[in-house]
């Protein structure tokens, strides 16, 4: 397909999904509020931001007869530009999903029999502070934690400062950015923050290391992508299977999973040795570039090749189209990146053809983000009471952790698995632990070893089926948030405000948060009587109208630089105050002090088995939109990619429906279709993460296809960060035949035995 061809498909898809954005049913009164939209009639259209995936595009809801009709990109809005991915397009399907969680429920049977019954938000909230202050008196604050996904969140993050508690985790640390994260900083002294700082539309030439641009839908990024395309730039894919992104490739390079680093080196020899470093950049900002010049000496492409499958002259074509091209070369930092647990050397490599290139701070590299900064509200100080986060056992594991590990909470929670005290009660907001999390025996053993779980959600979720109290959250497009101002190229601040009242008896997260901290005797860090009243008190003192920000969803903020060269200041927080090639930081905590090779980081998958990878499809994203009638049109199952020789010798047809069965004996619980494919290599197969729900109460998701999660039964561990690498995991075939019946989902004994009292729209059940 030529590059004019994924262009105007690109842009039939952003159109098709907002004609999809207007299915939706007639159930509220005309919300007053928002600006008049002169092109119907009668309708009113109310600024927002999405919160279908993290990326909080701006959006306009259009609203009539008290529903919400279309979903459009808010043209104001620097982020989205006017236009929404499909997610973003179809978020009427999760404000009308039948499936919504609609009451407060409360267990009233033992753990593990799904029985619940509806209750008043007075009652359900009075058990959360009862066991709440009960487990406080007898473990201190500490012993309740809170996992949290999602903008929503803040607030329950706030209510857990004010509570004293330190185990604050989110997984998308330990398990996506986190290497990237600690890489980034550690090399530059600053991250590349979210949404990314890449300056891809000015790119001359896109390194894409595993990045899937296409699929996994990040709006600014995928319409500067196809812009640089257009423009001419060279693109280069490093990735196992032909995503979309390497289908539009100048050149891609299927290269053997987990040898990115190899390919990476070699590409810094060819790099120095043929002088096409940015010199001038490095003798001004750089420290250590003679000991990287020295250490990466032996990396050449010949020694690369029977490591990698990428043959030499491949490897120095693409190095010499990257050094041409500089400083508008962007080498992408990518999202998820807790591969093979080595993730944080390989994102420095990563941060370092960067550096080589003198693309950070440079157009076309990585931009200098400028932002509006809205002051805090003023609260009480929170009281420091010296207490440390219970996911490690010892601080000096994982030493450059700069975050909570979601996982290590978890593991804090099953007695006696690590020497620290005891977790005894989980909060769970907008996050699905037993797809976000890897190894899902251990989360389920952990909550079977909980006092108390309470989950803030609005969908049935395996995870809410597992809780003692359940609390329906209002969708983002029937609740206010905070105020958000990223750093951007643009700086402003957007508004996510009521578009609709909440339905049911859902309530939004920030009057959850608020009632629960009143119950906690916790009074003062609660002041403000609702969202609007608390944004006003942040943003006023900066001088923006709120009324402005309120009908436009959008203020902009004064531009500053963003490039070196147009007066932005170079400015590295390391500690030689330079970007460090060498770190001396790493050294001094007993590691490489720049990426090397080591052989032993990969295994290869056993005889007949393998490596699962695992992605983003552009209608989905994590377990929030599998449910999603309008997404299922488009997106209605995951596939499992397999080349076509290994195919070939295991007979599977395109289409045929298989199970996965992974290297600890974990059979998949459901079934998915074959792919049949010359788009991936041998060793590897492939599928979109997000599917295979057991919850019964997901009906349109119940079911369908493999959960990835499921499978990653095996990690390991980065040991510089703590990250998750889930890379490492392999499956093989089996036919529903060959597969016994009630396969287990997990590698324990299965449990189903679901009943919901008062016709209680409950959580739903997970096999085990």
């Known amino acids: 397909m030529k590059r004019r061809e994924f262009i105007r498909i690109s842009s039939y898809g952003v159109g098709g999904a907002a004609l999809m954005g207007g299915l939706t049913t007639n159930w509220f009164h005309l919300y007053g509020g928002g600006i008049p939209d002169p092109g119907t009639d009668g309708t009113r259209v109310v600024p927002t931001f999405c919160e279908m995936c993290f990326w909080k595009c701006g959006v306009l809801a259009h609203v009539k007869d008290g529903r919400v009709t279309k979903l459009q990109g808010n043209p104001r809005d620097p982020l989205s530009g006017g236009h929404l991915c499909p997610r973003g397009a179809a978020g009427t399907g999760l404000l009308y999903d039948p499936d919504r969680l609609k009451k407060p429920l409360i267990r009233v049977e033992k753990r593990g029999s799904q029985e619940f019954q509806e209750a008043s938000w007075d009652s359900a909230l009075n058990v959360v502070a009862e066991n709440f202050l009960k487990i406080k008196q007898e473990h201190g604050p500490e012993a309740v934690a809170l996992f949290s996904h999602g903008y929503g969140g803040s607030w329950m ?46 790119s001359k030439c896109i390194v894409l290391i595993g990045s899937h641009l296409g699929e996994n839908m990040h709006n600014t990024q995928v319409r500067e992508f196809t812009a640089a395309l257009r423009n001419g730039a060279d693109l280069i894919v490093l990735d196992p299977r032909y995503s979309v ?52 000496k032996p990396y050449t492409p010949e020694w690369a090749y029977p490591r990698t499958g990428i043959e030499p002259e491949m490897i120095r074509r693409t190095a010499r189209m990257m050094g ?18 080595n993730d944080t050397q390989r994102e420095r490599a990563i941060a370092i053809l960067n550096a080589l290139l003198g693309s950070w701070g440079r157009k076309g590299g990585l931009y200098i983000p ?6 805090p509200y003023k609260y009480p100080a929170f009281e420091d009471k010296g207490l440390t986060p219970a996911d490690k056992p010892s601080p000096s594991d994982y030493p450059l952790a700069d975050e909570v590990l979601a996982q290590g909470v978890c593991d804090a929670t099953i007695p006696g698995l690590l020497n620290v005290p005891q977790i005894r009660a989980w909060m769970v907001y907008g996050t699905n632990l037993p797809q976000s999390l890897p190894q899902p025996e251990q989360t389920y053993k952990a909550i079977q ?65 608020r009632e629960l901290g009143l119950k906690l005797d916790l009074p003062n860090f609660f002041p403000w009587k609702d969202a609007m009243e608390y944004a006003e008190e942040r943003i006023k003192p900066l001088g923006f109208d709120c009324a402005t920000l309120q009908k436009e969803g959008v203020v902009l903020g004064e531009r500053k630089p963003i490039y070196f060269e147009e ?49 983003r499809a552009p209608m989905h994203t994590f377990s929030r939109s599998t449910n999603n009638e309008l997404l299922l049109e488009t997106g209605p199952v995951n596939p499992i990619w397999v080349n076509a020789e290994v195919a070939k010798e295991w007979g599977l047809k395109d289409g045929e429906h298989i199970h996965l069965k992974n290297q600890d004996g974990v059979i998949s619980t459901f079934t998915s279709p074959v792919k049949v494919t010359e788009g991936i290599r041998p060793d590897c197969v492939y599928t979109v993460h997000g599917f295979g729900h057991n919850s019964k109460k997901l009906h349109r998701a119940y079911g369908r296809g493999i959960d990835d999660a499921q499978l990653i039964t095996k990690v390991k561990v980065d040991p510089i960060m703590g990250g998750t690498g889930m890379r490492v995991n392999f499956v093989t075939f089996l036919r529903p035949a060959d597969v016994p019946v009630a396969a287990p989902a997990q590698a324990s004994d299965a449990v189903d035995s679901s009943t919901v009292v008062d016709s209680a729209v409950a959580a739903g059940e997970v096999a085990r």
């Open 449 to 513: 070893a909980l006092d108390f779980l309470v989950t803030v959600d609005v969908l049935p979720t395996e995870i809410t089926g597992w809780s003692d109290v359940v609390l329906p959250e209002a969708t983002y497009l029937e609740r206010c948030d905070e105020p958000f101002a990223p750093g951007f190229k643009q700086p402003y601040i957007t508004v996510r405000q009521e578009v609709v009242p909440p339905m049911y008896e859902s309530k939004p997260g920030w009057w959850i948060a």
């Open 567 to 615: 007066g932005a200041v170079p400015q590295f927080w390391t500690e030689s105050g330079k970007i460090e090639l060498y770190s001396q930081k790493l050294a001094e905590a007993g590691f490489d002090p720049m990426p090397t090779w080591h052989a032993n980081d990969v295994e290869d998958p056993p005889p007949g088995f393998y490596r699962l990878l695992y992605g």
């Open 324 to 341: 041409a091209s500089r400083p508008a070369t962007l080498v992408h930092p990518g999202r998820h990146t807790v591969w093979h647990g």
């Open 157 to 202: 993050n706030h209510l857990f400062k004010a509570w004293g508690s330190p185990n604050v985790a989110a997984p998308s640390y330990a398990q996506c950015r986190g290497p990237r994260d600690v890489a980034f900083d550690l090399t530059f002294g600053s991250t590349v923050s979210s949404p990314e700082r890449t300056d891809i539309e000015n």
């Open 245 to 296: 992104a390497a289908s539009k490739a100048t050149h891609w390079l299927p290269v053997k999973p987990g040898s990115d680093m190899a390919v990476m080196l070699a590409w810094m020899n060819v790099l120095i040795n043929e002088d096409m470093v940015d010199k001038q950049y490095l003798d001004a900002y750089a420290y250590g570039y003679d000991q990287l010049k020295e250490h990466v």
């Open 370 to 375: 400028a932002s509006v900064s809205i002051p």
